[in-house]
């Protein structure tokens, strides 16, 4: 018996159909080829340089491409160094500085309670007394758990170097073979009877991966610079750690830069701080006005969702796969779009890889 399904069914198929292949394709596939991603994205602009390298100096291809893939490791790795170095420097400044510290907040928590306790007519120490009771507990029980979870975290620790490095040679070796073959791969791909879906997916994957990647990592950049001038000029010596913490944090959307700068100002604020206060109100607001800026500049139009779709997305990814659902969420959603309006809309494939 022949059925015929109307239109709305048949989108709802596509729909359901595509939300499928998302999440499979996400969930199993792009773990076991992301080095191969990462190679093939890399080897789009280092392609052009060195087939200059090769017209300009008859060097092959494949040496061009390592030496070029050479000197951006180095200069990244320089200022990676210069960073790390930086950083640990002042890392061992506030361990030296982190009894004195404790010791301030340890003061600074106890006025608290001996004016919520002269607040509520209790008697001295009954809140701090309780507290030290629960801190008490709560590490009576997680001390026979400390050990165990020292080494699990540490075979762990080890395994997630040894696979990152291997990853890293992988992306470093298809890097260089896809750059040579990067004509021969595209040709695969237009002989291929998926050419159209295959179109479809790259360009989605090309439009939202490059305005997403470069916008947050301007936005994360800044960020770090923001705050780092600031906490600089402000005499801060953990500037360089901070604003590297605070910028990582921006990038996360359920985090941003108030997980640390608000309650740093309520606490600079109570201790009556006046210039420290209006300097990390500043600083908060120069990041949050950077972000609205740069993300309503080039994140809405290039992608095409409205911000309540980026964050349901993202949020949506996040749930899904973890951290990189921030990513994985907002290109799942337009594919699934693109399903549900057909693959074959005027400007579709338009601009794919």
């Known amino acids: 018996m022949n059925v015929r399904l109307t239109e709305k069914q048949k989108i709802l198929l596509r729909v359901l159909g595509m939300t499928a292949v998302v999440y499979l394709v996400f969930k199993y596939l792009i773990p076991l080829i992301i080095p191969f991603l990462i190679a093939i994205l890399l080897s789009i602009p280092i392609r052009p340089a060195a087939r200059y390298i090769y017209k300009k100096f008859h060097i092959p291809i494949g040496v061009s491409a390592g030496i070029l893939l050479a000197l951006t490791i180095t200069l990244a790795g320089g200022l990676l160094f210069w960073v790390v170095k930086s950083g640990l420097s002042q890392l061992t400044l506030l361990t030296q500085r982190?009894?004195?510290?404790?010791?301030?907040?340890?003061?600074?928590?106890?006025?608290?309670?001996?004016?919520?306790?002269?607040?509520?007519?209790?008697?001295d120490g009954t809140i701090s007394d309780s507290l030290a009771r629960m801190t008490?507990?709560?590490?009576?029980?997680?001390g026979g758990k400390t050990l165990s979870g020292v080494m699990n975290t540490s075979v762990q620790g080890i395994k997630a170097v040894v696979e990152g490095l291997v990853a890293v040679f992988v992306t470093i070796g298809a890097t260089l073979i896809t750059t040579t073959q990067l004509e021969e791969i595209k040709k695969a791909r237009d002989r291929s009877p998926f050419r159209d879906e295959i179109n479809h997916v790259l360009h989605t994957l090309s439009r939202v991966g490059l305005a997403y990647g470069r916008t947050?990592?301007?936005?994360?950049?800044?960020?770090?610079?923001?705050?780092?001038?600031?906490?600089?000029?402000?005499?801060?010596?953990?500037?360089?750690?901070?604003?590297?913490?605070?910028?990582?944090?921006?990038?996360?959307?359920?985090?941003?830069?108030?997980?640390?700068?608000?309650?740093?100002?309520?606490?600079?604020?109570?201790?009556?701080?006046?210039?420290?206060?209006?300097?990390?109100?500043?600083?908060?607001?120069?990041?949050?006005?950077?972000?609205?800026?740069?993300?309503?500049?080039?994140?809405?139009?290039?992608?095409?969702?409205?911000?309540?779709e980026n964050l349901i997305a993202m949020y949506?990814?996040?749930?899904?796969?973890?951290?990189?659902?921030?990513?994985?969420?907002?290109?799942?959603?337009?594919?699934?779009?693109?399903?549900?309006?057909g693959m074959n809309e005027e400007g579709t494939l338009e601009g794919a890889v």
């Open 98 to 123: 982190l009894p004195q510290i404790w010791e301030d907040c340890c003061d600074w928590f106890m006025d608290c309670c001996r004016q919520v306790e002269s607040y509520l007519k209790l008697e």
């Open 216 to 308: 947050q990592l301007f936005i994360m950049f800044l960020t770090m610079v923001i705050c780092t001038a600031g906490l600089t000029l402000m005499g801060n010596p953990y500037a360089i750690v901070l604003g590297i913490v605070i910028g990582l944090l921006d990038a996360l959307p359920l985090f941003g830069v108030g997980t640390v700068l608000w309650p740093w100002i309520a606490v600079s604020a109570l201790g009556g701080n006046l210039w420290q206060t209006v300097g990390l109100v500043l600083i908060y607001g120069g990041c949050a006005l950077t972000r609205e800026i740069m993300e309503a500049r080039y994140m809405g139009d290039r992608i095409g969702l409205s911000p309540l």
């Open 316 to 341: 949506v990814g996040m749930q899904l796969f973890g951290l990189l659902g921030l990513f994985y969420g907002p290109i799942g959603y337009l594919l699934i779009k693109g399903a549900a309006g």
């Open 136 to 142: 008490d507990l709560g590490e009576e029980g997680l």
